[in-house]
């Protein structure tokens, strides 16, 4: 099980699978949203993740057409990128362990 939080630990997931492919991403929209070089990334199977506690407090944003990424409304963490043309898979953005 893996598992993982925003920065101020409002929100909380955990994973029961594996990462697979990762990636450092260094389009513009992942520098721009990350204000750094690339942002590291892996998939993850959408049946593997659950949030744990502060669902509500997720946001979400389609950056760019079929990628909408989510992240904490408070301490602005980069959580998951969901793929609505393929519901079955999450990127999962680097973020603080839990």
């Not at 925003?6 to 990462?19: E, K, N, Q, S």
């Not at 450092?24 to 998939?43: D, E, L």
């Not at 997720?58 to 963490?77: D, K, L």
């Amino acid at each position: 099980m893996l598992r993982g939080s925003c920065l101020c630990r409002g929100i909380r997931y955990a994973i029961a699978g594996d990462l697979e492919l990762p990636l450092n991403c260094h389009c513009s929209i992942c520098r721009k949203a990350t204000g750094a070089a690339f942002r590291s990334r892996a998939r993850v199977s959408a049946a593997a993740f659950r949030w744990v506690v502060g669902e509500e407090l997720v946001s979400r944003y389609e950056s760019s057409p079929g990628h909408v990424r989510t992240f904490c409304r408070i301490c602005g963490s980069t959580l998951v990128t969901i793929f609505p043309n393929s519901p079955e898979e999450l990127g999962l953005a680097e973020t603080p362990a839990a």
